[in-house]
């Protein structure tokens, strides 16, 4: 029986944080031997929202090695850079044509983010959810493993993938998998630590309100001593008037290991005082030999170049097979 396939990816606009860490690459590394596994870095998402040329390229083999120092084996995933693929964006146009404009429209993100960009979204910002569909799809991946932010974006690739199928194919045989989203139960809604109502993210203004991956101790130090709290004596997990206090605990909990009801109990009477240096010390005790690894495989360029280019031939050879039955199926005519 093959194993059920996987793909999954991240933007490269600035350095991982927690939320993406949690949320979806420290998973990844975990069902590897499950799966087969497809982790690309989304280079052309990247663009959706203003970027510097200078650096998406640099950016982009951070992240790269940031999925190594994680725990991506390259002997059991395949790791490439989307827009070394020229089929992502060839299916993305083709998904384009069948897909309602309204449906775009009603994107949580599309609507946040256009709000922040103002007069000059541009039309790759609403175009978002169809390129991601067209990366989910081309590799006919089973399960797309991803934070509760992109459970939308899932749902609408689904609803692509049928409208596409129930348009161009035989029923006994559609052209395009189904996928299915896969959401982790804990940490996957990282919140900022300057507002615990809204999502980890990399394109907060503020640094201050998340924990990136390659922070340094004394830095992750200071971050936590001024992340928001309240004054209510004593900690606890779900209360919804101490959202603060419910993510601070979420985080210390899937990073220690160590379970809820344990952890609920060990904190119980505690104040902030006591708890904030636990969580530091968790935080960098955890993240010390991801940042060791980093930096060896950043002193290796050859190495990460290696692996990308294995990458980019092995996920090419699925990509073009799904996109020449995409191609047949809509009648377009064959390449000659
Ligand atoms: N706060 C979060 N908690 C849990 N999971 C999260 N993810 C992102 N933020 C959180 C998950 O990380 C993966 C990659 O996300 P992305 O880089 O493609 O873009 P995003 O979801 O828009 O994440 P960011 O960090 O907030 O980036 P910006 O600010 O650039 O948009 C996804 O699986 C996502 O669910």
């Known amino acids: 029986m093959p194993l059920p396939r996987v793909l999954s990816g991240v933007q490269p606009t600035g350095n991982l944080h927690l939320g993406n860490y949690l949320g979806a690459v420290r998973n990844w590394a975990a069902g590897q031997d499950q799966y087969e596994n497809y982790f690309c870095v989304v280079d052309l998402h990247a663009m959706t929202v203003p970027h510097d040329p200078k650096n998406l390229a640099a950016h982009s083999y951070t992240v790269a090695a940031l999925y190594l120092a994680c725990g991506i084996d390259p002997h059991k995933s395949t790791i490439f850079i989307q827009s070394h693929i020229c089929a992502h964006s060839e299916l993305a146009w083709l998904l384009n044509c069948i897909t309602p404009l309204n449906w775009l429209e009603r994107m949580i993100q599309f609507k946040e983010k256009a709000l922040k960009q103002g ?5 790759g910002l609403l175009d978002y959810p169809v390129l991601m569909a067209a990366d989910i799809l081309l590799y006919q991946a089973d399960q ?31 052209v395009l998998k189904i996928p299915e989203p ?31 991956l390659l922070d340094p101790p004394d830095l992750i130090e200071k971050k936590i001593k001024r992340c928001k709290t309240d004054p209510v004596r004593g900690l606890w997990f779900d209360d919804p008037e101490r959202p603060e206090c419910h993510n601070l605990l979420t985080l210390y909990q899937v990073l220690s290991g160590r379970p809820k009801a344990e952890v609920a109990e060990a904190v119980r009477e505690m104040g902030w005082g006591q708890f904030k240096p636990l969580l530091t010390e968790t935080l960098v005790e955890h993240l010390r030999p991801i940042q060791t690894r980093f930096a060896e495989v950043m002193d290796e360029p050859a190495y990460l170049e290696s692996i990308l280019a294995a990458g980019r031939s092995r996920a090419e050879a699925v990509a073009q097979t799904t996109l020449g039955a995409v191609r047949a199926a809509m009648g377009l005519s064959r390449p000659l």
Do not use: C
């Open 144 to 174: 797309v493993p991803v934070g509760q932010d992109q459970k939308q974006h899932l749902e609408l690739t689904r609803d692509i993938a049928q409208r596409f199928n129930f348009l161009f194919a035989d029923p006994e045989q559609p």
């Open 182 to 212: 896969m959401i982790p139960q804990a940490g996957a809604r990282v919140m900022s630590l300057t507002d615990g109502t809204s999502k980890m993210s990399k394109s907060d203004p503020s640094d201050m309100s998340r924990i990136n």
């Open 119 to 123: 007069e000059d979204v541009g039309v």
